[in-house]
């Protein structure tokens, strides 16, 4: 089975740190890039940011520039460190692995969500 698996969501106050795990498990992803959408209640799905397979493009959605960065250490593992939290970054972190764009325009492939509250 082609899965994501997410993991570092939780509760931290504002101005606290958090880091978010992304392995693809099943397959190779070596032509696969990887990111994270966010979705609070009553919101829209966000995107929040995207790494190509090789490293080489990086995205931010604009609410987070300065403050979350992303990496891929290994072909099959995507992470977010999401650094200065804001109660606005409350909501549920989707990871996410497109083969086609690296902006994650067609994902292929979606985590099974992992929360993250950040308290006042």
């Known amino acids: 089975q082609v899965r994501l698996v997410e993991s570092g969501g939780g509760l931290v106050q504002s101005g606290g740190s958090l880091r978010l795990s992304c392995a693809a498990l099943?397959?190779?992803?070596?032509?696969?890039?990887m990111g994270w959408f966010r979705q609070a209640p009553g919101k829209e799905r966000e995107f929040v940011a995207s790494?190509?397979?090789?490293?080489?493009?990086i995205y931010y959605g604009d609410s987070v520039k300065g403050r979350f960065t992303i990496s891929r250490d290994t072909t099959n593992t995507a992470l977010l460190q999401m650094n200065s939290l804001k109660p606005e970054d409350t909501a549920i972190y989707y990871c996410?692995?497109?083969?086609?764009?690296?902006?994650?325009?067609?994902?292929?492939?979606w985590g099974q969500g992992t929360q993250v509250t950040v308290s006042l």
């Open positions: 996410a692995a497109d083969d086609n764009s690296i902006k994650l325009i067609s994902v292929d492939y």
């Open positions: 099943g397959r190779s992803f070596s032509y696969y890039s």
């Open positions: 790494i190509s397979s090789n490293g080489q493009y």
